[in-house]
């Protein structure tokens, strides 16, 4: 769902009802190591709530005062990565509501008369403290005063009271139906706390002078001042916390948005209906204090940032994965920065503003931070594939962090029960995690660009063996850097471009490597049917996937450090389509215990077999074959040969060309494939005549 001015921007997030479920509920409070220290109990019935405490073990009382216990949830910021917002409410039950949203929170436990001692609140040093106040007087007074606090510690916080106007006590558990993304926009936005300022006295008049009489009858004259009109007022506002621009390949325009003095977020810029405009006006009623604006006067504003766009003002946008003057990107996309791993060939590290801009889709999730020294050895474990197979997986995972396209295709065939699109869950989550990890075959080439524009890795699940040519066409464009022109909606003469290339995961029961073209561009892997008593549980393989991220995706960064450090070609005579992806394999794959020779073998074969499962596809190719291992060396027209074959009992089957042009089509078709399987088919003319010369390689 889209932000509109009119609904999920404002101030004011929607309340829902606010029923009392009668019954006992347990709060356990915890250090941040998960020690219980308490529990706090509460009991709602009609006649309102009563709180008590006990000790861990339900005896009556506490071993402190209730000002030293912990904040409630301290055990979920070990979770919360460093200088990432934490919201702060008062009692347990908002900060339950927050983190069913997936939102870091914690409460304090004191009620509202006093605050945590300064101990307790020194948890939330190298964190972003987002105070949420209760809809009451004693709520925000109670607020107002860890603030004062933890300003008085260095630790700078924010406020952010939703509902201003109310003093009914609501709380964030009291949320009604709003989107996440806009809901944490509205809270990462909130106004920093600073202390009051002090009175300034107002000066005491100065007594009047009698002025001089003078006999000139024209009045003083008043400076003019020219009034501005509200849009421009809030673009002078907003200054250069946003930067407008052109993405440099597509020509779409895009703003940036400084959500803080150190986070980033780029958005594409719409017409004053979407994320980015939902943003902005956050950003306006926050950090500036304006009033949220007429649909109108929103609508010019947008139009005016659209018209700021200078010819020059243009950049490169990106998708998870990007490259900027020798260093590789990767965009960690976590909800509250704009944090990314920046890989160079001295090492990796985490810078909070990358030198790139990266654009975040709705259906991508955070990529966990890497571990130093880290290692693909539990992935392989949890695949359990045999040393072929892995050296395939590998070369295709390096290839995917490849500064640049080509990407190969990652052809993964096998029976049911081969654990197929696990396989493609499992490494898709290594690098490009996401909500949706594996779609349906899309409806056309235009399906499969879109999709590929909301995500790095493009992860088609359960295809048939026989893919539509026009498919297959779109397939390898999108593996190689591809581009479609669409006409942009509601619009005549609006234009949108979708362009680029993109790793690829096709899973299938048979091979779909049945084109010669689209066999060139892809690795296969083919997996065995698993046994029963060795599955493993959908929630067990997630689990398995969030402890080994970590490590797995440092020791991918350590491969593409040392790739970027030995930039030398591997020595290689190979003939090999995707060229580029496989050299840039071989470089990153000794960091990996993996020699460049098995990768450069490993793009071989797949071509090979690829070859191979495209001539097997395809009558005519086997055709070929067997009249090159009879004749050796032959030179003929389609004409000829067809009729030759024909007579030697080769042509068969319903898809066998019924005239020469429809073979001289086929057989261009084919003609990578079969030198993949030793047999050299040439065209050669001679005045308007054109002939075939067919031999085999051994010749050369």
């Not at 009858?217 to 501005?228: D, N, V």
């Not at 939902?278 to 109108?296: E, K, R």
């Not at 045999?386 to 050296?391: F, I, K, L, N, V």
Request: glycine content about 6%.
């Amino acid at each position: 769902m889209h932000a509109s001015p009119a609904s999920a921007p404002h101030s004011t997030p929607p309340r829902g009802p606010r029923p009392r479920i009668p019954g006992i509920t347990r709060y356990e409070i915890r250090d941040r190591d998960g020690t219980l220290v308490a529990i706090h109990h509460r009991r709602d019935d009609r006649d309102g709530k009563r709180l008590w405490w006990t000790a861990p073990d339900d005896s009556p009382g506490l071993d402190r005062p209730v000002t030293a216990l912990p904040l409630y949830r301290s055990e979920t910021l070990r979770d919360a990565p460093a200088g990432a917002s934490i919201v702060v409410v008062e009692g347990e039950r908002a900060a339950d509501a927050l983190g069913d949203r997936s939102i870091h929170a914690v409460a304090t436990v004191t009620g509202a008369a006093t605050i945590p001692d300064d101990p307790v609140l020194e948890s939330l040093r190298g964190y972003y403290p987002i105070l949420w106040p209760d809809a009451d007087v004693p709520g925000r007074q109670h607020m107002q005063r860890i603030a004062a606090r933890l300003h008085a510690l260095g630790i700078p916080c924010q406020i952010y009271d939703p509902w201003p106007a109310c003093t009914d006590g609501s709380d964030a558990a009291d949320l009604g139906d709003i989107d996440n993304h806009i809901l944490l926009a509205l809270i990462i936005l909130a106004p920093d706390w600073a202390p009051p300022a002090p009175a300034i006295p107002e000066p005491e008049p100065e007594p009047e002078s009698e002025s001089e009489p003078t006999d000139d009858p024209t009045p003083p004259r008043t400076p003019a001042t020219t009034r501005q009109s509200a849009p421009a007022r809030l673009l002078a506002a907003l200054g250069d916390r946003i930067y407008a621009f052109r993405d440099r390949v597509t020509r779409q325009l895009y703003v940036d948005i400084w959500i803080r003095p150190d986070a980033r977020v780029t958005m594409p810029l719409d017409h004053g209906e979407g994320e980015a405009t939902a943003t902005i006006l956050a950003i306006l009623h926050h950090q500036l204090g304006a009033d949220i604006p007429s649909t109108a006067i929103t609508r010019e504003l947008i139009h005016r940032i659209r018209a700021s766009v200078r010819p020059t003002d243009h950049h490169r946008v990106s998708v998870r994965t990007a490259h900027h003057d020798g260093a590789v990107y990767i965009d960690l996309a976590e909800p509250e920065s704009s944090a990314a791993i920046a890989i160079t060939r001295d090492g990796w590290e985490i810078v909070r503003i990358p030198d790139v801009r990266f654009v975040r889709r709705r259906t991508m999730e955070p990529l966990p931070r890497p571990e130093r020294h880290g290692s693909l050895a539990s992935l392989r474990a949890l695949l359990g594939v045999d040393d072929d197979a892995w050296t395939t997986v590998v070369a295709w995972m390096l290839a995917a962090l490849a500064p640049d396209g080509p990407y190969p295709i990652l052809a993964i065939e096998g029976p049911p029960g081969a654990s197929k699109s696990t396989t493609a869950r499992i490494l898709r989550a290594m690098i490009d995690p996401s909500a949706a990890p594996l779609i349906a075959e899309p409806r056309d080439g235009v399906d499969l660009m879109i999709a590929a524009a909301a995500a790095r890795i493009l992860a088609i699940d359960n295809l048939p063996s026989t893919l539509p040519a026009p498919m297959v066409d779109a397939l390898c464009r999108l593996a190689t850097d591809g581009a479609i022109i669409t006409r942009q909606l509601y619009s005549d003469g609006e234009i949108t471009v979708h362009r680029g290339a993109r790793p690829i995961i096709l899973t299938s029961v048979g091979s779909v490597l049945s084109r010669g073209d689209l066999a060139d561009r892809a690795l296969p892997l083919v997996l065995d049917a698993m046994p029963d008593d060795q599955r493993i549980a959908e929630s067990e393989i997630r689990q398995s996937i969030a402890i080994i991220q970590p490590t797995v995706i440092g020791a991918l960064a350590d491969a593409v450090a040392y790739g970027l450090a030995h930039p030398d070609r591997p020595q290689t005579t190979a003939a090999v389509r995707m060229l580029d992806a496989c050299l840039w394999s071989a470089r990153c794959a000794p960091a990996l215990g993996i020699p460049a020779t098995a990768i450069i073998d490993t793009y071989q074969r797949s071509r090979a077999a690829g070859g191979a499962a495209a001539l097997d596809a395809d009558p005519i190719g086997s055709a070929i074959i067997r009249w090159a291992q009879q004749h050796e060396h032959w030179i003929g027209t389609c004409t000829e040969l067809l009729q030759a074959m024909a007579a030697a009992g080769l042509a068969h089957g319903p898809r066998w060309p019924h005239d020469a042009r429809a073979l001289g089509r086929r057989i261009r078709m084919l003609r990578a494939a079969l030198a993949t399987q030793g047999v050299i088919v040439e065209e050669r003319r001679r005045g308007t005549a054109r002939r075939l010369e067919i031999r085999l390689a051994t010749e050369d």
